[in-house]
Nanobody, 122 residues
Framework: QVQLVESGGGLVQAGDSLRLSCAASGRTLSTHDMAWFRQAPGKEREFVAA????????FYGDSTKGRFTISRDIAKNTLYLQMNSLKPEDTAVYFCAAGWVGGPNSHAINYWGKGTHVTVSS
């Protein structure tokens, strides 16, 4: 059973940076494509970023491209999301996910973390 535990969320001001982490069980990062999604209050879950299991490809959603960077540390079994130039509209619960990702609009997720809250004040 794959387990994903997010951390690093919090309250920040617009323009600040924040780094989220996702601790994964076993060799999840090597056997699954990994992704970050987010869900704002009253809105549908949105694709944020993904990295393929080989590490050779990354994908980003239109709203986060250029500001967010996804990375991973295989040795630590940890996925990261570096978020820069944060905006109030980035406020959401951020979820770590594992499965298959072919692009921002093409993915099949098998496992989800419970999420971490990010609030960006103006």
């Amino acid at each position: 059973q794959v387990q994903l535990v997010e951390s690093g969320g919090g309250l920040v001001q617009a323009g600040d940076s924040l780094r989220l982490s996702c601790a994964a069980s076993g060799r999840t990062l090597s056997t699954h494509d990994m992704a970050w999604f987010r869900q704002a209050p009253g809105k549908e879950r949105e694709f944020v970023a993904a990295v393929t299991r080989s590490g050779s490809n990354t994908f980003y959603g239109d709203s986060t491209k250029g500001r967010f960077t996804i990375s991973r540390d295989i040795a630590k079994n940890t996925l990261y999301l570096q978020m820069n130039s944060l905006k109030p509209e980035d406020t959401a619960v951020y979820f770590c996910a594992a499965g298959w990702v072919g692009g921002p609009n093409s993915h099949a997720i098998n496992y989800w973390g419970k999420g971490t809250h990010v609030t960006v004040s103006s």
